[in-house]
């Protein structure tokens, strides 16, 4: 079965600074992976997503993802952070002709200004 | 494009009480899904449906738990009697086609349950 482990509950940073939001899988085969993002009071959001090809994964609002075969990661950066960034963030895997998500279990991210 | 709707937003009720959650999927959307989601924690799935059909209610707790999609559009999820376990946000979520992984999901901005 798949699982996702998201390190670090809380991260804080300061604006401007560079944002890394780590996610490690877990996966008997090659799996499909998402990041989220949830504001308050609102529901998920998709930032990004890998599926096959190129393992660089540009989102939205300046977020990337690389994906890391031999590492089982896809952590999450955005080179400069902004205080509309604060949010919960979820990295998601799914199995190849699956839709279940397995979700982590969530990484708060504090802007300090 | 409207985006998957909820209600209510917020409910309040005692232990041992019943509580009934509405969903309506995007226009066109074929699959839902229902999660839970604990203070702290991702969300979990509930229940997918595809159309009016049950794909997965592995993690449905059977007894307490009920949801129908009896038109393959809207659907409801019902808990009776209600635990103060159940306290959670309950959310839904469409996508296009069923079997298509890379198909985002799309959510709604949830149900928050609390039991007293």
């Known amino acids: 079965a798949q699982s996702v482990t998201q390190l670090g509950s809380h991260v804080s940073v300061s604006e401007g600074a560079l944002v890394l939001l780590r996610c490690n899988y877990s996966s008997s085969v090659p799996p499909y992976l998402f990041w989220y993002v949830q504001y308050p009071n609102q529901g998920l959001q998709l930032l990004l997503k890998?599926?096959?090809?190129?393992?660089l994964v540009k989102g939205i609002n300046g977020f990337e993802a690389e994906f890391k075969k031999s590492e089982t990661s896809f952590h999450l950066t955005k080179p400069s952070a902004h205080m509309s960034d604060a949010a919960e963030y979820f990295c998601a895997v799914s199995l190849q002709g699956a839709q279940k998500l397995v979700f982590g279990q969530g990484t708060r991210l504090t802007i300090n200004p | 494009e409207a985006g998957v709707a909820q209600s209510p937003r917020y409910k309040i009720i005692e232990k041992r009480q019943s509580v009934a959650f509405w969903c309506n999927p995007i226009s066109g959307h074929a699959t839902l899904y229902w999660y839970q989601q604990i203070l702290g924690q991702g969300p979990k799935l509930l229940i997918q449906f595809q159309n009016n059909g049950v794909v997965d209610d592995s993690q449905l707790p059977k007894d307490r738990f009920s949801a129908e999609r009896l038109k393959g559009v809207d659907s409801t999820l019902k808990i009776q009697p209600a635990k103060l376990e159940d306290s959670a946000v309950y959310l839904c979520?469409?996508?296009?086609?069923?079997?298509?992984?890379?198909?985002?999901?799309?959510f709604g901005d949830g149900t928050r349950l609390s039991i007293l």
């Open positions: 890998y599926t096959t090809g190129a393992t």
């Open positions: 979520a469409s996508s296009l086609v069923l079997g298509a992984a890379n198909q985002p999901q799309h």
